[in-house]
């Protein structure tokens, strides 16, 4: 049974930096494409980061290009998402995201950007 569990997240100041992470298990990990996803209050869910399974092609949405970065290590079955320059708008929960023709998602973490 494939089980994602993101942490990492918290309060941060306008400016601040924070770095998720999403460790997976019950699935063989390097096989699969990893997103983070994020919903704010009232919004729809949107893709933040795409990665594929050996890490070597990464995709951002335009609001984090140049300020988040995705990353994995395929021997700790864990995807990261480094946050730098965080805005008030980031503020949102972040979600992990795999797929197989069935959708797994972790239960996501709260990041919070404020002064």
């Known amino acids: 049974q494939v089980q994602l569990v993101e942490s990492g997240g918290g309060l941060v100041q306008p400016g601040g930096s924070l770095r998720l992470s999403c460790a997976a298990s019950?699935?063989?990990?390097?096989?699969?494409?990893m997103k983070w996803y994020r919903q704010a209050p009232g919004k729809e869910r949107e893709l933040v980061a795409v990665?594929?399974?050996?890490?070597?092609?990464?995709n951002y949405a335009d609001f984090v290009k140049g300020r988040f970065t995705i990353s994995r290590d395929n021997a700790k079955n864990t995807v990261y998402l480094q946050m730098n320059s965080l805005k008030p708008e980031d503020t949102a929960v972040y979600y992990c995201?795999?797929?197989?023709?069935?959708?797994?998602w972790g239960q996501g973490t709260q990041v919070t950007v404020s002064s």
């Open positions: 995201n795999t797929n197989n023709g069935r959708s797994y």
């Open positions: 019950g699935l063989i990990f390097s096989n699969y494409r």
């Open positions: 990665i594929t399974g050996t890490g070597g092609f990464t």
